[in-house]
C-alpha cells in the first residue's frame, strides 16, 4: 500500500493524533479508597425490566458498603419486573419495592420514578442507578469517599459498556468516541458553562441537600435527557460534580438489538445534544444534522468493507477502509 492509497483514509485517520488524550482514564474512582459513610438510598427506576433486574439488584445487595437500602421503582411495567423484584425483597429486608404511580401531566417516565424512589428513600445520600447495570462491591464505598474527597454534591461515572451482538460492536464506540472528544472527565470538572458538563443517569450519587437545591427530578421532569439536564442544574445552584471512570467497577449493556440502538440514542443525542450547543437557535438547529453527519462519518469504513465482502466492486477505496476500520 503506497502513500497515494492512504490518502481518501486521511480523514478517519486524523482524529488519531488525540487519542492519547482520550485514552487517559483518570480520574478513575479505582484511585480512591473506599469508605463506610453515611446511609445510602439507592434508587432503581425500572420499567419492562424483567430480562435484568435480578442482576443487577443482586450485584448492588452485595456491596461491601454497609449502610444502605435499595429501592425499585417499578414503572407501570408490564411484563415480571414488579413479581420479580417482589419476590426478592421477600427474602432481603433492604430491599423495598415501589410500584409506581400514573405519570402526571408535564412528566416523562424516568424522571418521575427516580422522583418517587427518593421521596421512598429515607436516607441523606442518594444513589440513582439503572436496570441493566452490575456493580462491583466496592462501587459504593468508592463513591461515597469521591463525594467527600472531591467536596462536591454530585458524583457520576464512566462504566465499561458490554458490547455482545454485531450492531452494539459496531455502533456503540462511535457513540462512546464522540461523547469523550466532546465530555471527557477531566474536563468536564472544570466545567463553567451549562453546556460543558454531563452526568450519566447510570450512576448519579448525590447528598440530598444537594439534591433538593436543584430542584429535585421535577427540575427535569420534561426532560428526556434528564441527566444531562440535573447536571446543568447542579451548575447553575453553584453545587460541584466529579465526574470519573469506573470501567473496572461498573458494567451497562444499553441496547441489545439495532431498533434498540436506533430509537436511544437518536432520542437521547437529538434531545441531548440540543442542550450541548450554544444557546443560538441557528446553531442548535444544526444537531441532528452534525449528529447524523459525525454517525455517518465514523460508519462510511465497515460499510465499505461489507460492500466489498458482498462481492461489490470498490476499487482502490478497499484498502483505505481497512486501514480506518483498524484503527477506528
Given amino acids: 500500500m503506497g502513500l497515494v492509497d492512504l490518502l481518501p483514509a486521511l480523514p478517519w485517520l486524523a482524529p488519531f493524533a488525540g487519542l492519547f488524550r482520550l485514552a487517559n482514564t483518570r480520574p478513575n474512582l479505582s484511585d480512591i479508597a473506599p469508605i463506610d459513610g453515611a446511609p445510602v438510598s439507592v434508587v432503581i427506576p425500572a420499567r ?7 442482576t443487577a439488584v443482586r450485584s448492588i445487595l452485595a456491596s461491601t458498603y454497609h449502610a444502605f437500602e435499595v429501592i425499585v421503582v417499578d414503572d407501570r411495567s408490564t411484563d415480571d419486573t414488579a413479581a420479580i423484584v417482589g419476590g426478592l ?15 402526571p401531566d408535564g412528566w416523562y417516565g424516568k424522571p418521575w420514578a427516580c422522583a418517587q424512589g427518593a421521596r421512598a428513600g429515607t436516607n441523606a445520600l442518594l444513589l440513582f442507578t439503572d436496570a441493566d447495570t452490575r456493580h462491583q462491591p466496592e462501587l459504593l464505598g468508592r463513591a461515597v469517599a469521591a463525594l467527600g474527597q472531591e467536596r462536591v454534591g454530585l458524583v457520576t461515572v464512566a462504566p465499561h459498556q458490554r458490547c455482545v451482538t454485531f450492531w452494539e460492536r459496531l455502533i456503540m464506540p462511535q457513540i462512546w468516541l464522540l461523547l469523550a472528544v466532546r465530555y471527557h472527565p477531566s474536563r468536564v470538572n472544570h466545567a463553567r458553562r451549562e453546556r460543558d458538563i454531563i452526568a450519566n443517569g447510570q450512576f448519579i450519587l448525590t447528598t440530598r441537600e444537594a439534591y433538593e437545591t436543584a430542584g429535585t427530578h421535577a427540575a427535569v421532569r420534561h426532560e428526556v435527557a434528564e441527566d444531562l439536564a440535573l ?55 444544526l444537531v441532528p444534522v452534525i449528529v447524523v453527519t459525525a454517525l455517518a462519518f465514523w460508519l462510511v ?9 458482498a462481492g461489490i466492486e470498490l476499487g482502490s477505496l478497499a484498502k483505505p477502509a481497512l486501514l480506518a476500520m483498524g484503527l477506528s
Avoid: C
Fill in 48 to 54: 419492562n425490566e424483567a430480562a435484568g433486574i435480578e
Fill in 89 to 103: 425483597a421477600a427474602r432481603e429486608p433492604r430491599l423495598r419495592l415501589v410500584l409506581g404511580e400514573a405519570l
Fill in 231 to 285: 447536571a446543568q442544574a447542579y451548575l447553575r445552584h453553584g453545587l460541584g460534580l466529579h465526574f470519573a471512570f469506573a470501567e473496572r467497577l461498573m458494567e451497562t449493556r444499553m441496547y441489545q438489538s439495532l431498533p434498540q440502538l436506533i430509537e436511544g440514542w437518536s432520542k437521547n443525542i437529538y434531545l441531548g445534544g440540543r442542550r450541548s450547543f450554544p444557546d443560538e437557535p441557528a446553531l442548535r438547529a
Fill in 301 to 309: 469504513p465497515p460499510v465499505i468493507l461489507l460492500l466489498g465482502a
